[in-house]
């Protein structure tokens, strides 16, 4: 089965400055790559995806890339906010259409 | 509000009781999952729901015995639990159960097993 690995598990950046995330998947079949962001007491929600057709995505501030010959893909957020601050979850979904394997998670804390 | 309802947000229960967890959603969509999510530990996929078929069944223990029974509504029925199920319990759906879209997550349902 699927296997994505997440790095790393916590990060810790200043205001203003960048994050990144990183995830490897192991099934080279896996075509769509979403991300979550967790707040306390919420669930994880949808903030943004890309599919294996798309060498990357930017939707203002956070933006996802994807290699596929090394089977990896990135979150990027800039100009991070402490309202950014949560845990993050990468995803890789592929032959099984409609299930997802979750990485490790990722807190993100960002300081004022 | 994230489109899908869970309740009750906490659940504190004995190991002899049986409760019943319940989530909702009116997305239109077509396919439901029950997550777990513990501390330390990656979401676990427990089952999937397709047009109210169950179509996955992850190596749960029959202590969970999910429910569907319709498109818009999703059970988890708990009996006989042990400690090391406390958890939070998070239902997802998706508009397609053959398509991979992202899920739309409620906001969970904390278990205490004392």
């Known amino acids: 089965g699927e296997n994505v690995e997440q790095h790393p598990s916590t990060l810790s950046v200043q205001e203003g400055d960048s994050a990144v995330i990183k995830c490897t998947y192991s099934d080279s079949a896996s075509n769509y790559f979403p991300w979550y962001k967790q707040e306390l007491g919420k669930g994880p929600q949808l903030i943004i995806d890309i599919r294996s057709n798309v060498g990357e995505k930017k939707d203002q501030r956070i933006a996802v890339t994807l290699n596929k010959t090394a089977k990896h893909f990135s979150l990027h957020i800039t100009e991070t906010q402490p309202e950014d601050s949560a845990v993050y979850f990468c995803?890789?979904?592929?032959?099984?259409?409609?299930?997802?394997?979750f990485g490790d998670g990722t807190t993100l804390t960002v300081k004022p | 509000e994230t489109g899908v309802t869970q309740t009750p947000r906490h659940l504190v229960m004995g190991m002899t009781n049986k409760k019943s967890l319940k989530c909702e959603q009116h997305l239109g969509h077509n396919a439901m999952y029950w997550y777990k999510q513990s501390a330390k530990k990656p979401l676990e996929l427990m089952f999937v729901y397709s047009l109210e078929e169950r179509v996955e069944n992850n190596s749960v223990p029959s202590r969970f015995s999910p429910e569907c029974p319709n498109s818009s509504h999703l059970f988890l029925h708990l009996h006989t639990l042990q400690p090391e199920d406390s958890a939070l319990y998070l239902c997802?759906?998706?508009?397609?159960?053959?398509?991979?879209?992202?899920?739309?997550f409620g906001s969970g349902t904390r278990l205490t097993v004392v």
């Open positions: 995803a890789a979904s592929g032959t099984n259409a409609g299930k997802s394997t």
């Open positions: 997802a759906s998706s508009p397609n159960p053959t398509i991979n879209y992202g899920y739309t």
